[in-house]
């Protein structure tokens, strides 16, 4: 049977994920990954593809990707969504509407964020919300 994970059990395994990160010494990145980075959280709203990205720094996309995921962790990709994701979890901190923090992180509209969301948690942002009185969401700087 295939069930779906509780927003606790989600929320509890991210945390422990993220844990790992803290306690390994991670190598010094190549800088060219330092700048994809910075250009992803400076245009979070725009959808700049990877080739773009590849291209301002100066380097093929198949390239980028690999280091990205070398350096990171996590293909460029999914980094893009998930910084998408925190922006909106600032936004909404800062008294945003989700649909108002959604499209100020460059999705379209609320239901492809939601789309989006669901797919890389296995529940809907609605879920994450009506469990907030019971879930400690914590962005790590």
């Known amino acids: 049977m295939n069930t779906r994970p509780s927003a606790f059990d989600l ?7 993220l844990s790992r990160f803290e306690q390994a010494p991670s190598p010094q990145p ?24 590849a291209k301002q720094i100066g380097l093929s996309e198949p390239h980028l990707c ?22 909106i979890a600032v936004k909404m901190g800062l008294g945003l509407t989700l649909t108002d923090a959604a499209i100020e992180a460059g999705f379209t509209d609320c239901a492809q964020f939601s789309r989006v969301f ?17 879930t400690d969401i914590r962005i790590l700087s």
């Open 11 to 17: 929320f509890r395994e991210l945390d422990r994920w």
């Open 118 to 134: 669901k797919d890389i948690g296995g529940i809907s942002p609605s879920e994450v919300l009506a469990a907030k009185s019971n």
């Open 66 to 87: 690999q280091l990205f995921k070398q350096y990171v962790g996590i293909p460029i990709r999914r980094y893009r969504i998930w910084h998408r994701i925190y922006i």
């Open 30 to 53: 190549d800088n060219r990954v330092i700048q994809a980075v910075a250009l992803i959280q400076k245009n979070y709203s725009e959808n700049i593809s990877v080739a773009e990205i």
